[in-house]
């Protein structure tokens, strides 16, 4: 009896239970193998070892090498070629000992034999523009390859080398035992390319005027990374999947025309020399202003430098930047810039928050571009670490969007007379989010970007979303534009966002674990779909609290530090105690999609008799009726059984049979506590998609009221297509939806809501 009592207690106390469920049976063929969604990763995931310990963290040994740079640069403005000489110091800090060291040539893919094109492969657009046809067949390759003059040792001998396209091999005279340094210099120069019209992640763009803005970067030999997981991470640059680097100091120094204002990766440590007397004092009082941004060089100051040119132009001016541990750099220098600047305040310490822009850029820029910078540098920081360099720069570049430390590149231009819709305005401070964001991710959580794109574009697509939802909210005038809104309008993060990829046709599109190069889709399933299951893990399967607890604790353990995917995985579940295997493997691992539908939705009720099927068993078994009193019968609602006893009447609010067990098998005061339902349902989800994910029911009552509950994903973990649920309620159920604030990006919402309905498209709807 009290094994009854327990039952019918849990019944009555938990408003959902999953019934018993059988998998069907399946003939277990010779080439079987596990396929339950909820197995562990241990065949996906490398073991762990000395060097990443299996919580995700670095292990014991774990070690990365060091380069160190000076530099020399100079700009020819008359030309649009740069000139340099550097020193590198490369530190051994593996255990291994090495043979050669392996450089990165970045330029080398707009080199006029470079592979890039080849591997592209491309169609004659029937509407080509004469701009396009040109460049297609007409025009000869345009030539922006390093060219490589000298490679020294640190006594001025020469060392062998040997160039593959974007790769450069260098022999070492004597192997580099672990621990120790070799110093070497090269000398290089190439012709600087049109960003605007030959496309590229850095370069010039000519202006009406006859002058040129440049965003200059990948513009010196850089050592790529040597590490536990890839040894020489080698790979050729073709144009897309970006970078692998070592952390490092830079000494830079670069000469520009005179009339030039220039800015990039490290402190400006000759400021007084570069800037005029005024200047100076607007920078001091930006460093004091943390709520409007002071302008350091004014639009009519940069239209008057405008006048002259790069023939004209009086002398060269040398800026001296330094930088300690980081893993790039990036610069950039016109006369025709304005510059403004303000402090945000993160943590203990004052980071300049900096916009640099030509004419073109305002009004749009000056109202929102470094706004947009201090709101990521707030929203990164709450979401991972502290920002630990002194400045960011968002810098105007028609077409860009590209990042490097402390610096980076972004569009958004308004019409000629100064108007800009609210794409454009969106469209801006979305991308400075985004690349200011990149600081973080990879430039300091310094991941394989060759790779693995997701890792860095993905996890900061995911905060970037973040941070639009709190601009939004600390800048509520932004909403303010052509269509009112009561929040920042995201693009990508919400689950419902990605449906239109997911839904689609998924035979030729790889998983996000796919190599950058690799990656079909790039948009989609670089940025979008891993930041939407991030946010997905974060508002729907973890709740923020878990999920940001364990995103800063991957993100302090791995900053200034070179992770893995698995490394990310781990620390997630790590810190959470939350098994994600399930949610790895269905959305990072697979091209699976979600899509969940409910099936049958059947009523029952207790009965005062002992039911059919009961009454067939104790005849079966020659059971007396009477040894069945204490159990409590539920009928399904229509059923013959439901017919004889109700005879067309609605079933009884309390049935006899349930008083009577509640005072025979409850104390008072047990009964004191039970809930008293009198409607009782068995409903049906089916899963036609193949990614797991949490059941999320909402149920509307008669009275009007409604109810949200949501199931955990492990509930499918005994059959991967079909689970059935029961709920007991006080109140007659009217109807029930699978998602309705479509958290889990299910594909097809027709077959969500019973009893069926026809249903407003939502995901038209929000797009709309």
């Known amino acids: 009896m009290k094994a009854i009592k327990f039952l019918f207690m849990s019944m009555m106390l938990i408003s ?20 339950n969604k909820f197995r562990q990763m241990y065949q996906e995931f490398s073991t762990p070892n000395e060097y990443r310990s299996a919580s995700g963290a670095p292990g014991p040994a ?4 060091r380069a160190d740079y000076e530099m020399d640069v100079r700009l020819d403005d008359v030309n649009h070629h740069l000139y340099g000489y550097e020193t590198i110091t490369y530190t051994n800090k593996s255990p291994d000992v090495l043979s050669y060291l392996w450089v990165q040539l970045d330029q080398n893919m707009r080199a006029k034999d470079s592979k890039t ?58 192997k580099l035992e672990s621990g120790k340094s070799f110093e070497f210099d090269i000398e290089w120069d190439y012709n600087i390319n049109d960003h605007v019209n030959g496309r590229g992640r850095s370069g010039y763009e000519q202006t009406p005027d006859g002058n040129r803005s440049y965003v200059i970067a990948q513009f010196y030999p850089r050592m790529a990374v040597y590490n536990d997981v890839e040894g ?9 999947d970006e970078f692998a680097l070592p952390f490092g100091s830079f000494e830079v120094n670069i000469t520009v025309p005179s009339d030039h204002w220039l800015d990039g990766t490290g402190k400006l440590t000759n400021r007084k020399d570069v800037y005029t007397k005024e200047e100076m004092n607007r920078y001091e009082r930006a460093t004091k202003s943390y709520d409007k941004p002071v302008i350091i060089r004014t639009q009519a100051e940069a239209e008057k430098m405008a006048q002259g040119s790069a023939e004209t132009a009086q002398g060269t001016k040398t800026w001296k930047l330094e930088a300690d541990f980081v893993r790039d750099f990036g610069w ?39 706004y947009a910078v201090a709101q990521t540098l707030e929203s990164y920081s709450r979401m991972t670490f502290d920002y630990p360099y002194h400045k960011a720069i968002s810098v105007h570049a028609k077409n860009q969007g590209m990042e490097y ?29 985004h690349e200011v964001g990149h600081n973080y991710f990879p430039m300091i959580v310094n991941s394989d970007e060759r790779q693995w794109t997701w890792m ?17 909210e600390n800048y509520p005038e932004a909403l303010k534009g052509d269509t009112d809104l009561d929040a920042y309008p995201s693009r990508r993060g919400p689950a419902a966002a990605i449906v239109p990829y997911m839904g689609g046709d998924q035979r030729y599109i790889a998983p996000i674990m796919t190599k950058g190069l690799n990656t079909y889709q790039f948009g989609s399933n670089a940025y979008a ?25 991957y993100s302090n353990r791995w900053m200034f530090k070179h992770p893995t995917p698995e490394d990310f995985f781990r620390t997630m579940e790590d810190a959470s105690a939350v098994d994600l295997d399930w949610f790895w493997r269905g959305w990072f691992y697979s091209t699976q999609y979600t899509d969940m539908a409910i099936g049958d939705v059947e009523q029952f009720y207790v009965s005062n008799e002992v039911n059919a099927e009961m009454k067939e068993l104790a005849a079966e078994r020659n059971i007396p009726l009477e040894r069945f009193k204490g159990l409590v019968f539920m009928v399904k609602k229509d059923s013959e059984d439901y017919k004889a006893e109700m005879d067309g009447q609605d079933p009884k609010e309390d049935a006899v049979a349930l008083k009577e067990y509640l005072m025979d098998n409850f104390t008072p005061e047990e009964r004191a506590q039970l809930k008293n339902p009198k409607y009782f349902y068995q409903i049906t989800v089916d899963k036609p998609g193949g990614l797991v994910m949490p059941i999320i029911l909402e149920y509307t009552y008669a009275d009007g009221t409604t109810e949200k509950v949501t199931h955990p994903a492990e509930i499918w973990r005994y059959n991967d297509k079909q689970v059935t649920l029961s709920k007991g309620s006080t109140k007659e159920i009217t109807k029930i939806a699978i998602d309705p604030d479509l958290e889990t990006a299910d594909i097809d919402v027709s077959n969500n809501v019973w009893p069926q309905e026809a249903t407003v498209d939502k995901f038209e709807e929000m797009k709309n």
Not at 62 to 65: A, D, H, P, T
Not at 338 to 350: E, L, P, T
Not at 462 to 468: D, L, P, R, S, T
């Open 16 to 35: 959902f239970g999953a019934f018993a469920q059988d998998a069907p049976a399946e003939e277990k063929a010779p080439e079987h193998y596990n396929e």
């Open 62 to 65: 774990y070690y990365q090498q």
């Open 117 to 174: 094109p080849m591997i592209e492969g491309g169609r004659i657009d029937p509407y080509a523009t004469a701009a396009g046809f040109t460049g297609s067949f007409l025009e000869q390759p345009f030539d922006g390859g390093f060219n490589i003059t000298k490679v020294l040792d640190s006594k001025g001998n020469p060392l062998k080398y040997t160039i593959n396209q974007t790769m450069m091999r260098v022999e070492l005279p004597s």
């Open 232 to 240: 020489w991470q080698n790979s050729q640059f073709w144009g897309r």
């Open 332 to 370: 950039t220098s016109s006369r025709r810039y304005i510059a403004d600047a303000m402090a945000v305040k993160v943590g203990k310490s004052d980071v300049m928050a900096v916009s640099i822009y030509p004419p073109e850029g305002n009004p749009l820029w000056e109202q929102w571009s470094t």
């Open 405 to 433: 430390p402390m610096i980076c590149w972004n569009y958004g231009r308004p019409e000629e007379d100064g108007s800009y819709s609210d794409r454009v305005k969106y469209g801006m401070i979305s991308v400075i989010i």
């Open 456 to 472: 860095d574009e993905g996890l900061n697509t995911f905060v970037q979303y973040v941070a639009e939802q709190d601009f939004g």
């Open 529 to 553: 779909k891993p930041a939407t299951g991030l946010n997905i893990l974060r508002e729907t399967i973890m709740g923020r609290e878990l999920f940001d607890y364990s995103f800063r604790e």
